[in-house]
């Protein structure tokens, strides 16, 4: 079956630098692959995706890259900002299901 | 919209008792339904998912069960919880069977085992 590594586990920047979450899959069918963020408490919200026919991704200051050759995608969050702190999920999705990454944890310094 | 309802929201059950968590899905017919348990500071396991009415796919061998007696509804049971069902668990729902459609959860259950 399909495995995501992500990492780092934690991470924590200062307010206004920009922050990068890593994930690696292994199964090469995968074709789609979300990131979600995770609040204390609260499920887990879709805040970008990308599929298997596009390289990179933006919406405003989140960007997802994916390099299928090497099965490894990125988040990247930039000018970081102190309520962008959570928990943060990437997945690798294939024939309907998702495995998810085991998290990382994000902290903004104000 | 499409809205993704779970109850409770909280729960504290002693080892032994049955469980029954509930999940109702609105806006949306003939969902993808999919129970995830999140572990204290770990990722999500998906236990179970269901692409229609009596139709159910396990997972991982366990202790619980899932039942879709509706379109939007789906739920989770025990026959007898174990402290290791202790958890976040989460429902979500997708669309279709094609690989790449997005997956929306809900706000969760906090299910303690005493």
């Known amino acids: 079956g399909e495995n995501v590594e992500q990492h780092p586990s934690t991470l924590s920047v200062q307010e206004g630098d920009s922050a990068v979450i890593k994930c690696t899959y292994s199964?090469?069918?995968?074709?789609?692959f979300p990131w979600y963020k995770q609040e204390l408490g609260k499920g887990p919200q879709l805040i970008i995706d990308?599929?298997?026919?596009?390289g990179e991704k933006k919406d405003q200051r989140i960007a997802v890259t994916l390099n299928k050759t090497a099965k490894h995608f990125s988040l990247h969050i930039t000018e970081t900002q102190p309520e962008d702190s959570a928990v943060y999920f990437c997945?690798?999705?294939?024939?309907?299901?998702?495995?998810f990454g085991d998290g990382t944890t994000l902290t903004v310094k104000p | 919209s499409q809205t993704i309802h779970q109850w409770p929201a909280t729960l504290v059950q002693p080892v032994g008792s049955p469980l029954s968590l509930e999940c109702t899905v609105e806006?949306?017919?003939?969902?993808?339904l999919y129970w995830y348990r999140q572990a204290a500071g770990r990722g999500l396991q998906l236990l179970f998912y269901?692409?229609?009415?009596?139709?159910i796919s396990s997972e991982v061998p366990q202790n619980l069960s899932a039942s879709r007696p509706q379109d939007r509804q789906f739920i989770l049971s025990s026959k007898k919880l174990l402290l290791s069902d202790s958890g976040f668990y989460l429902c979500a729902r997708g669309q279709g069977t094609s690989g790449s459609h997005e997956q929306y959860f809900g706000p969760g259950t906090r299910l303690t085992v005493t």
């Open positions: 806006g949306t017919s003939n969902p993808n």
């Open positions: 990308i599929r298997s026919n596009v």
């Open positions: 269901s692409v229609g009415i009596g139709q």
């Open positions: 199964d090469s069918a995968s074709n789609y």
């Open positions: 997945a690798a999705k294939v024939a309907g299901k998702s495995t």
